[in-house]
């Protein structure tokens, strides 16, 4: 902005170069005649120089204040990107504990699950151990049943033969009058 081909600012010397050798100081080509009562005397230059510095120090003053105003929202804008990283990295972390967590309890009720079915297949065994115990219990049982019903068969028949040979024999007889 306001660059020349003088460069920046330094239009303003060429200007009252040209105006000294015009005549705008009163020393240069046509001094203070009449043909050179339109143009602009040394005053007004000087005016219209210091409405120029004016102007160009408020184009300044307005472009630093836009230059700053922009970097104040880019600080804004990256403060927001910061919190909003940091933010989506908080979410991120919470979606992971609690994916943990839910791995955490799945895994925990696996085994609970592993747990009661291994219990079920205990409590299966031992009701078979028992039944199995019961069973034998009673095969013993009806095993040493036969075995007291053979005795007794066995001696009734003993116990007949030998009265079948003996002959009559009474128990208690009375003894003989005369003996």
């Given at each position: ?5 003088f460069?920046?600012g ?16 009163g020393?240069?080509f ?44 880019r600080l ?5 990107m910061?919190?909003?990283n ?11 504990g ?7 309890v ?9 747990s ?7 409590m299966?065994e ?12 009673r ?13 007794k068969?066995?001696n ?12 009559k ?11």
């Open positions: 902005m306001g660059e020349t081909t460069g920046e330094s239009w303003i010397f060429g200007l009252i170069v040209l105006l000294g050798l015009f005549g705008g100081f020393g240069g046509g001094g203070n005649n009449a043909a050179m009562a339109g143009f602009a005397t040394t005053a007004e230059v000087q005016n219209s120089i210091n409405s120029a510095f004016a102007q160009q120090n408020a184009q300044n003053i307005l472009l630093s204040s836009a230059n700053n105003n922009y970097e104040t929202a804004i804008s990256d403060q927001n910061a919190m909003m940091q933010s989506n990295s908080n979410l991120i972390n919470a979606i992971q609690y994916n943990s967590l839910g791995a955490t799945q895994n925990g009720f696996s085994s609970v699950n592993q009661i079915a291994n219990l079920g297949y205990k299966d031992c009701c078979c151990s028992i039944k199995t115990m019961l069973l034998e219990n095969l013993q049982d009806t095993q040493l049943a036969l075995q007291d019903a053979q005795n068969a066995v009734a028949e003993q116990s007949a033969y030998l009265l079948n040979v003996m002959g024999w009474v128990a208690n007889a009375p003894a003989a009058a005369g003996a």
